[in-house]
């Protein structure tokens, strides 16, 4: 029953390298979600998707990248890492209708500092 | 103003108590909702989706407002193991992308 996979949990990056945080889930779920959260905050959404091939903004988009080629793959880039971008990551996925179900699950989290 | 806000955290009561979560949204095209729960450094869990008609799951009860636009969550008989932070979680009309949008946050401690 893997779910929501994400990787890597941790990692350190200096300021100015690029990583790529890579999200796969085995439920065929249509829609994907990239999201952050900062220290005492709720979630942000980068990115996310509503099928293979598409992709659209969150409300904090600036500084990433997605892409999605196949229904299980999200990946989200960072091309020039800064500080501001310091935070944990949850990748996510649902089903597209209400028919078949609101619930969204939640990848383990991606723990990023920018230094 | 955000678009889902909620009760400014924390709160801290003892065992048994009752204790009430509130939080509003901006956007009426909202078509669903949920309670999260979120332990610290964990993903979130979905808690309990909420209804129009107002639902109960033991000892947790979700209410909604569609009119005032509020949602809340009661927990009673509070336990230590219900300490976590708790999220109030819109989701957006389908025609809007269906997105996801989460409050802030609400953290409660229950102490002994």
């Known amino acids: 029953n893997a779910g929501v996979t994400q990787t890597p949990k941790f990692r350190i990056l200096k300021i100015g390298q690029s990583m790529t945080l890579q999200c796969t889930q085995d439920m065929n779920h249509n829609y994907m979600y990239w999201y952050r959260q900062d220290p005492g905050m709720g979630l942000k959404l980068i990115y996310y998707?509503?099928?293979?091939?598409?992709?659209d903004k969150g409300e904090v988009p600036n500084g990433y990248n997605v892409s999605r080629s196949t229904t299980e793959d999200f990946p989200l880039r960072l091309e020039l890492a800064a500080p501001s971008q310091t935070s944990v990551y949850f990748c996510?996925?649902?089903?597209?209708?209400?028919?078949?179900?609101?619930?969204?699950?939640f990848g383990e989290g991606s723990w990023l500092t920018v230094v | 103003r955000k678009e889902v806000e909620q009760d400014p955290g924390p709160f801290n009561v003892p065992e048994g108590a009752t204790v009430a979560f509130n939080c509003t949204y901006s956007n009426s095209a909202s078509q669903s909702f949920f309670w999260y729960r979120q332990d610290c450094r964990k993903e979130p869990k979905l808690l309990m989706s909420?209804?129009?008609s107002g639902n109960e799951d033991g000892r947790f009860t979700a209410q909604l407002n569609r009119a005032s636009q509020y949602i809340s969550l009661l927990i009673r008989d509070s336990k230590l193991s219900d300490s976590a932070t708790y999220l109030c979680?819109?989701?957006?009309?389908?025609?809007?992308?269906?997105?996801?949008?989460f409050g802030q946050g609400t953290e409660l401690s229950v102490k002994p």
């Open positions: 996510a996925s649902s089903y597209s209708t209400l028919e078949a179900g609101n619930t969204i699950y």
């Open positions: 909420v209804y129009s």
């Open positions: 998707s509503v099928g293979a091939g598409i992709t």
């Open positions: 979680v819109v989701r957006r009309d389908y025609n809007q992308g269906g997105k996801l949008i």
